[in-house]
């Protein structure tokens, strides 16, 4: 199985004003087809070959960079272009989620308000993220292609702070771009999706 770059979910211009279609299209034609590419040339005659994506990403990482990186920036994108839909974000949380982050992090502001926090203060490129670590939710953040999946955990949500992905909308104004991720393009009802997957 090779890796493949999958349409996104919803028109190039459907995200606007908080993603521009000229993000998009650099984002996922230009970025994403790139890990695809040298992800599939990475992969070729790799011990990893024909493996499910989440086990090339945890297997590469720590032995083979190159792949790691790709794969890693592979899965990480297919999740990212799900985790946003038009009309999202606000606070339209499905119960069982809701309830679990109120029981975990002390409410959904203070989720919202330290998951832009991890995106603001992670140094460089990365993410940052909502995840389920030993049963319970947690914000984490990542460098680079990383992700909870290679620290013990199963991320939920997360959003891409490389700068690929809001300099063109937002400039330097990393807080202004998280801020509009999580007011204004969250799809909740794919991350409740992800929990209920991750619990099991
Ligand atoms: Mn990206």
């Given at each position: 199985m090779s890796f493949s770059l999958p349409e996104l979910p919803y028109a190039y211009d459907a995200l606007a004003p908080y993603m521009s279609r000229e993000t998009l299209e650099f984002h996922h034609d230009k970025h994403h087809q790139?890990?695809?590419?040298?992800?599939?040339?990475l992969l070729k005659g790799s011990e990893w070959e024909g493996k499910p994506l989440?086990?090339?990403?945890?297997?590469?990482?720590?032995?083979?960079?190159?792949?790691?990186?790709?794969?890693?920036?592979?899965?990480?994108?297919?999740?990212?272009w799900n985790?946003?839909?038009?009309?999202?974000?606000?606070?339209?949380?499905?119960?069982?989620?809701?309830?679990?982050?109120?029981?975990?992090?002390?409410?959904?502001?203070?989720?919202?308000e330290d998951f832009i926090q991890a995106g603001v203060t992670q140094f460089g490129s990365g993410w940052c993220w909502l995840?389920?670590?030993?049963?319970?939710?947690a914000i984490m953040k990542s460098a680079n292609g990383?992700?909870?999946?290679?620290?013990?955990?199963?991320?939920?949500?997360?959003c891409d702070v490389w700068e690929h992905s809001y300099y063109i909308d937002y400039r330097n104004r990393r807080p202004d771009y998280l801020k509009a991720f999580v007011d204004?393009?969250?799809?909740?009802?794919?991350v409740a999706k992800l929990y209920e997957a991750a619990k099991k």
């Amino acid at each position: 199985m090779s890796f493949s770059l999958p349409e996104l979910p919803y028109a190039y211009d459907a995200l606007a004003p908080y993603m521009s279609r000229e993000t998009l299209e650099f984002h996922h034609d230009k970025h994403h087809q790139a890990y695809v590419t040298n992800g599939n040339n990475l992969l070729k005659g790799s011990e990893w070959e024909g493996k499910p994506l989440e086990e090339v990403v945890k297997g590469a990482f720590g032995k083979n960079a190159g792949l790691f990186n790709n794969a890693g920036q592979h899965y990480n994108h297919l999740h990212f272009w799900n985790w946003m839909k038009p009309n999202g974000g606000g606070d339209k949380i499905p119960g069982a989620l809701e309830k679990q982050i109120v029981a975990d992090l002390g409410s959904v502001a203070k989720m919202k308000e330290d998951f832009i926090q991890a995106g603001v203060t992670q140094f460089g490129s990365g993410w940052c993220w909502l995840a389920v670590k030993d049963g319970k939710l947690a914000i984490m953040k990542s460098a680079n292609g990383e992700s909870p999946l290679v620290q013990g955990a199963t991320p939920i949500l997360g959003c891409d702070v490389w700068e690929h992905s809001y300099y063109i909308d937002y400039r330097n104004r990393r807080p202004d771009y998280l801020k509009a991720f999580v007011d204004n393009l969250v799809n909740w009802d794919y991350v409740a999706k992800l929990y209920e997957a991750a619990k099991k």
